[in-house]
């Protein structure tokens, strides 16, 4: 079962940018190769909601919202996703978590909390 952990979440005013990581553990980097990788946030009293995946052949997709702002890489390699997230809004505040899919294998992180100041 794949282990994932988050960082690189803080506070940060709006406009500016953060670099969060998912760092997998577990698996091998030619299993973690296969997996679709994605992040998801949920604020407070909101539903948990994608922001964006990255699939083992590199396509990406974005929720409308952060289109143009984020940007969901992979190192395969490190075994690591990443979501580089630039102009920052306050309702970009929320928890953020990693997430793992492979047919019916399927994994989170416990989150990392960004926090986007007015």
């Known amino acids: 079962q794949v282990q994932l952990v988050e960082s690189g979440g803080a506070l940060v005013q709006t406009g500016g940018s953060l670099r969060l990581s998912c760092a997998a553990s577990?698996?091998?980097?030619?299993?973690?190769?296969?997996?679709?990788m994605g992040w998801y946030r949920q604020a407070p009293g909101k539903q948990r909601e994608l922001v964006a995946t990255i699939t083992t052949g590199g396509t990406t997709n974005y929720a409308d919202s952060v289109k143009g702002r984020f940007t969901i890489s992979r190192d395969n390699a490190k075994k690591t996703v990443y979501l580089q997230m630039n102009s920052l809004k306050p309702e970009d505040t929320a928890d953020y978590y990693c997430?793992?899919?492979?047919?019916?294998?399927?994994?989170w992180g416990q989150g990392t909390q960004v926090t986007v100041s007015s």
């Open positions: 577990g698996i091998i980097s030619s299993i973690y190769s296969m997996y679709t």
């Open positions: 997430n793992a899919n492979l047919a019916s294998r399927n994994g």
